[in-house]
């Protein structure tokens, strides 16, 4: 949690308000995310219930498999090498448990500052949500929150890992570090150590791509109507488990 010096003037990640931030100071926004956030994690509790009960049964989930031949979609080059006539490789689809398996979930935290508060807590919620009920299906999940924005000379992003798949669920603490305060201060303080963000904290950008079997937009689904999250979850989640729809 320790950003260092602040190599610039600004320091809004100190002096933010709370209907910005959710927290009233930057020690309230490191004690909220070192402790949990109790609050957020029945939210995500109730909001999973229902998921569950919405999201088909699955105890197996498809991915591609290579098949190995002598004509395929593929070279298999070190094969053809070694003067293997079945050198040519395609993916063939096939079926695995669906517990065991790791899925890396991503909170794409970089909003612009229009985005109401409660908006990222609802975005939040509804990824710790996602987790949860991954996780009671047996699904190891990698938990990360992501904080991109963009300058005239380059795109920083910040990154905090919140869960390690082999680290059992601790709700209220991943969801404490998906809350508004993660992005309004603390990712505040790392950018404020930085002399290329001068003056500012930049404009939107979108997290690095490539780095998530779930990658939630909190701009996006922190505005969406409460009615139709469950619903959205689920086609999500059953993506990711390999339901077909």
């Given amino acids: ?32 995310l070192k402790t949990g956030w109790p609050a957020g994690a029945e939210r995500a509790r109730a909001l999973s219930a229902s998921l ?12 591609p498999a290579p ?19 079945e050198n040519m490789v395609a993916w063939m ?3 695995v448990p669906a517990a065991g398996r790791v899925v890396r979930v991503v909170l794409d935290a970089g909003v ?8 990222l807590q609802a975005a939040g919620v509804m990824t710790a949500a996602a987790v949860d009920v ?22 920083v992003e910040v990154r905090h890992r919140l869960k390690a798949a082999e680290e059992a669920l601790d709700l209220p603490r991943v969801v404490a ?11 505040f303080r790392w950018f404020e150590t930085r002399p290329e963000c001068p003056g500012n904290y930049g404009h939107r950008a979108d997290a690095s791509k490539a780095d998530g079997d779930l990658v939630f937009p909190a701009g996006d689904i922190g505005k969406m109507p409460e009615a139709e999250r ?3 979850l689920a086609k999500q989640a059953e993506a990711v488990l390999g339901i077909p729809a």
Wanted: proline share 5%.
């Fill in 1 to 32: 949690m320790n950003a260092g010096p602040r190599a610039v003037s600004h320091n809004d990640s100190e002096s933010g308000s709370e209907g910005f931030t959710g927290t009233p100071s930057y020690a309230a926004a490191v004690a909220l």
């Fill in 230 to 232: 469950t619903a959205w």
């Fill in 67 to 85: 098949v190995w031949d002598v004509s395929g979609d593929d070279a298999d080059v070190s094969r053809f090498l070694e003067g293997e006539p």
């Fill in 93 to 95: 689809p096939e079926m």
């Fill in 112 to 119: 612009n500052c229009s985005v109401k508060e409660h908006h």
């Fill in 52 to 63: 569950a009960g919405s999201l088909a049964a699955a105890d197996s989930c498809e991915r």
């Fill in 134 to 155: 991954l996780e009671s299906r047996g699904v190891r999940c990698e938990v990360w929150v992501a904080y991109p924005a963009s300058f005239d000379s380059c795109t």
């Fill in 177 to 187: 570090g998906m809350h508004p305060s993660g992005w309004r201060r603390i990712a």
